[in-house]
């Protein structure tokens, strides 16, 4: 059984600050994708990472790909606001139907 | 059109009800999903649709019935449904499950 294990599960910051959350499994994975979840919506696709060592920047954001494909980790810099949210990672194989999704962080970000 | 759109938004059904929730995707993906999520948890699998075809059921139990009329729409039957059966239910497409999905805005459900 592949599993994802978030770190941390619970993160609360003050507006400013910078920020990482890590996504680690033992299993390899084709791809690797980030979600923002707000309460009450469906998950939103951040960014999908498919080649191990690659890293994406979104704006703030910052997604690295594990060299070896089982991990990645997401930073934010200068957080704000409108960062609160439920952050997602989730695994892909291809040819495989399915995702493995991570266990969560729930970030807040205080004004 | 980039949306999943799902309805309705909130539902309250009693255990005795049956009532179904509704998903369309117009952007072509040929695999469509059924998530349940329930409050500060991470969505859990509930049945994946290939080119119409049901192709992973994750042991549901048969008071959830899905239906694929066609590739663009996903419906999801509820019957005699159980309290601890309340949660959010998501829908989502995509055209290969490792590139990402598109969820919908989901329904919130409450079984009384």
């Known amino acids: 059984t592949q599993l994802l294990e978030q770190s941390p599960q619970f993160l609360s910051i003050q507006e400013g600050e910078n920020l990482t959350v890590y996504c680690n499994s033992s299993?390899?994975?084709?791809?690797l994708q980030w979600y923002r979840q707000e309460p009450g919506e469906g998950p939103v696709l951040l960014v999908t990472v498919v080649t191990g060592g690659e890293v994406k920047k979104l704006k703030r954001l910052t997604f690295q790909f594990g060299d070896a494909r089982k991990d990645s980790s997401l930073h934010i810099t200068a957080a704000q606001p409108g960062d609160t949210g439920l952050y997602l990672c989730?695994?892909?194989?291809?040819?495989?139907?399915?995702?493995?999704f991570g266990t969560g962080t729930r970030l807040t970000i205080i004004p | 059109d980039t949306e999943v759109t799902q309805t309705p938004k909130h539902l309250v059904m009693g255990m005795t009800n049956k009532k179904s929730l509704k998903c369309e995707q117009h952007m072509g993906h040929r695999a469509m999903y059924w998530y349940k999520q329930k409050a500060k948890k991470p969505p859990e699998l509930m049945f994946v649709y290939s080119y119409e075809k049901l192709s992973i059921n994750e042991s549901v139990p048969s008071r959830f019935s899905p239906e694929c009329p066609n590739s663009s729409l996903l419906n999801l039957h509820l019957h005699a449904l159980q309290p601890e059966d309340s949660a959010l239910y998501l829908c989502?497409?995509?055209?290969?499950?490792?590139?990402?999905?598109?969820f919908g805005s989901g329904t919130r459900l409450t079984v009384v």
């Open positions: 299993s390899v994975f084709s791809s």
């Open positions: 989730a695994g892909g194989a291809f040819g495989n139907e399915k995702l493995t």
């Open positions: 989502a497409s995509s055209p290969r499950p490792e590139i990402g999905y598109t």
